[in-house]
T-cell receptor, first 111, second 115 residues
Framework: SQQGEEDPQALSIQEGENATMNCSYK?????LQWYRQNSGRGLVHLILIRSNEREKHSGRLRVTLDTSKKSSSLLITASRAADTASYFC???????????FGAGTRLTVKP | DTAVSQTPKYLVTQMGNDKSIKCEQNLGHDTMYWYKQDSKKFLKIMFSYNNKELIINETVPNRFSPKSPDKAHLNLHINSLELGDSAVYFC??????????????FGPGTRLTVL
C-alpha cells in the first residue's frame, strides 16, 4: 500500500522566502526520507530522519517528525530559484528496506 | 563515474511490442528496485531485488518481468506493451539488504511512450 502523502501538491514562492512541505503517512515506520526531483531527472536523497528523532537539519533544510501524528515537514529556508523541483517524502517500514513514496510537492521559486 | 545508469533514456514504441530497459549500478549495492512514475508524478514501486533474489512484486502485471543477471544489474522486460504502460521508469539501488535505514540512489529514468 502507498505511504507518504505530501501536502500541498504545488507551492509557489519568491526567492528568499521559506518553503514548508508536509508529509503524512499511515503505518509505523523505521525512518522517513525526503528526496528532490528536478524536471526530467531521477530522485536525489536530501535527508533521513529516524523514528526516534524529532528534528534534523542539513544546511538550509530542516525536517521534523511527529510519530504520534504520523507526519513530517520539510522546511527550506531562504529559498533560491535552484530549489525549484518536486519534493517527495518516503517512509521506511521496520521489516524491510523498501521505501514508499507519495506524489510529491511541486515547488516553484520565482527569482 | 559511480552511479546508477539506465538505457535507453527514451523509448517510443507501438502497442503490442516487447521492450527491455536496462539498469546498472557500480556502487556495490545489494538491493535494486524498479519504480514507475505516472503522469501525475506518483512514484510506485514495482520490484525489489536483493542480491539477485526477488523480494517485492507489487501486483505488477506478469507482462513485466525483471531479470537480475548479477548484483549490479536489474533489467526490466515488458511484453505486449499497452498504452497504460506509458510512464517514466526509474531504477534505484540501496547499500544494504534489510535494515530499512538507507537512502536510495536513483537512475536518470527511462521515458516510455506507447503509441
Amino acid at each position: 500500500s502507498q505511504q507518504g502523502e505530501e501536502d500541498p501538491q504545488a507551492l509557489s514562492i519568491q526567492e528568499g522566502e521559506n518553503a514548508t512541505m508536509n508529509c503524512s503517512y499511515k503505518t509505523s515506520i523505521n525512518n522517513l526520507q525526503w528526496y528532490r526531483q528536478n524536471s526530467g531527472r531521477g530522485l536525489v536523497h536530501l535527508i533521513l530522519i529516524r523514528s526516534n528523532e524529532r528534528e534534523k537539519h542539513s544546511g538550509r533544510l530542516r525536517v521534523t517528525l511527529d510519530t504520534s501524528k504520523k507526519s513530517s515537514s520539510l522546511l527550506i529556508t531562504a529559498s533560491r530559484a535552484a530549489d525549484t523541483a518536486s519534493y517527495f517524502c518516503a517512509t521506511g517500514p521496520y521489516n524491510n528496506n523498501d521505501m514508499r513514496f507519495g506524489a510529491g510537492t511541486r515547488l516553484t521559486v520565482k527569482p | 563515474d559511480t552511479a546508477v545508469s539506465q538505457t535507453p533514456k527514451y523509448l517510443v514504441t507501438q502497442m503490442g511490442n516487447d521492450k527491455s530497459i536496462k539498469c546498472e549500478q557500480n556502487l556495490g549495492h545489494d538491493t535494486m528496485y524498479w519504480y514507475k512514475q505516472d503522469s501525475k508524478k506518483f512514484l510506485k514501486i514495482m520490484f525489489s531485488y536483493n542480491n539477485k533474489e526477488l523480494i517485492i512484486n507489487e501486483t505488477v502485471p506478469n507482462r513485466f518481468s525483471p531479470k537480475s543477471p548479477d548484483k549490479a544489474h536489474l533489467n526490466l522486460h515488458i511484453n505486449s506493451l499497452e498504452l497504460g504502460d506509458s510512464a517514466v521508469y526509474f531504477c534505484a539501488s540501496t547499500p544494504r539488504g534489510r535494515e530499512g535505514r538507507n537512502e536510495q540512489f536513483f537512475g536518470p529514468g527511462t521515458r516510455l511512450t506507447v503509441l
